[in-house]
């Protein structure tokens, strides 16, 4: 195992890979960062959050195969140490102003004669999605609600992406995942449209006191999150013919691309990925669908649906609102106003 090629073994599921990095080598970094096993700290360190990342990490040590193991640990040390957090909680409500959002709708329903089929994406079952490519809309979203995310996070951010729109469709679901750490760190997803069939669609997020929220969004609505930290998803299946949404990613301003947060996730993956260690344990059963988790014997193939909180939209202009239901007053500078 000593030498082994790290990118020949798992070049299907590992997300960065670049170069040949030899296991040895990867190890000599881990060391010279000073890594233990088990973690000793969580970012952050409260209990709930390291209850929840020590039962994750005891269901990754039981998956089968080194490939996943490794995948698995990538994406877990990077939500339970590797990223900080930026705020108390991980996510909040808020509202996009009203003449952005009715701009947005009438894009949609402008595009929907037209839509195009989105590449594969391995997060994404069911049916391949549509998308309506408006870049001077998505564009608008990046810079309009530019100042609402920096607002929300209390510090100064590079506009990354906004990505869309993308329009799921009957029988879809997605998968329990962090996104790159490198660009997606402070990130919202704007709930636009969705079809008049549509049944209402969770979103389910973790905060870091280790809670899983069930979030509904009505239209309009902005989910701010630490995209890199909090396990987000949709696993439960989509009902309806669509359902539109815009996810736009900002990372910190300052000292942020001086690292590469990339291989730094690499280093952190503790050597024991190689050992299969299966044995038998009460919790439930993880798999690994490329960068993203599924627990195949539980409802909506993610147990911990069953002990959610539930709460939904619409937010409210002026105010975001925390998980735990606390509204704080939110005036963000308006853009559009200074033009
Ligand atoms: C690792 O620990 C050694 C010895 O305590 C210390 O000198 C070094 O600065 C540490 N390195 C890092 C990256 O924390
Ligand atoms: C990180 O989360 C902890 C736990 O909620 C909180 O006490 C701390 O203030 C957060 N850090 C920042 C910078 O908000
Ligand atoms: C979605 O798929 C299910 C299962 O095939 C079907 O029963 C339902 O009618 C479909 N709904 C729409 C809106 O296509």
């Not at 594969?120 to 100042?147: A, C, N, S, Y």
Request: charged share 25%.
């Amino acid at each position: 195992m000593r030498f082994l090629l790290l990118c020949s073994i798992i070049a299907s599921v590992l997300t960065g890979c670049v170069g040949q990095l030899v296991e040895e080598e990867r190890v000599l970094e881990y060391h010279k960062r000073n890594y233990t096993w088990p973690l000793q700290k969580y970012v952050p360190d409260t209990p709930g959050w390291r209850q929840l990342m020590e039962e994750r990490f005891e269901q990754i040590a039981r998956l089968k195969t080194s490939g996943a193991r490794y995948e698995a640990y990538y994406q877990t040390v990077r939500s339970s140490l590797l990223a900080p957090n930026f705020t108390e909680h991980g996510f909040g409500l808020a509202r996009c102003p009203e003449g952005l959002l009715q701009a947005l709708r009438q894009g949609i329903y402008d595009g929907l004669p037209n839509v195009r089929l989105e590449e594969k994406q391995d997060v994404i079952t069911g049916p391949v999605p549509w998308m309506i490519d408006r870049p001077d809309l998505t564009e608008r979203v990046l810079r309009e609600l530019h100042p609402y995310a920096e607002e929300w996070v209390g510090m100064e951010l590079t506009a990354h992406q906004a990505y869309g729109f993308r329009l799921y469709r009957n029988e879809s679901n997605l998968y329990m995942h962090v996104d790159r750490m490198q660009t997606h760190i402070v990130s919202f997803i704007l709930h636009i449209a969705s079809s008049d069939d549509a049944e209402p669609w969770p979103i389910f997020i973790e905060d870091f006191n280790g809670r899983t929220h069930e979030v509904i969004l009505t239209p309009g609505d902005i989910l701010f999150y630490e995209s890199s930290k909090c396990f987000h998803g949709r696993p439960r299946k989509f009902h309806g013919t669509w359902y539109t949404s815009v996810f736009v990613h900002y990372y910190p301003k300052h000292g942020w691309t001086e690292v590469d947060h990339r291989m730094e996730g690499h280093y952190a993956v503790p050597p024991i990925w190689v050992e299969d260690n299966y044995t038998p344990s009460d919790l439930p059963v993880l798999e690994m669908m490329g960068t993203s988790m599924r627990e195949p014997y539980c409802p909506d193939e993610w147990c911990r649906v069953k002990d959610t909180v539930k709460w939904s939209g619409p937010g409210v202009e002026g105010y975001w609102i925390d998980p735990t239901q606390k509204k704080h007053v939110f005036n963000p500078r308006r853009v559009s106003d200074e033009l």
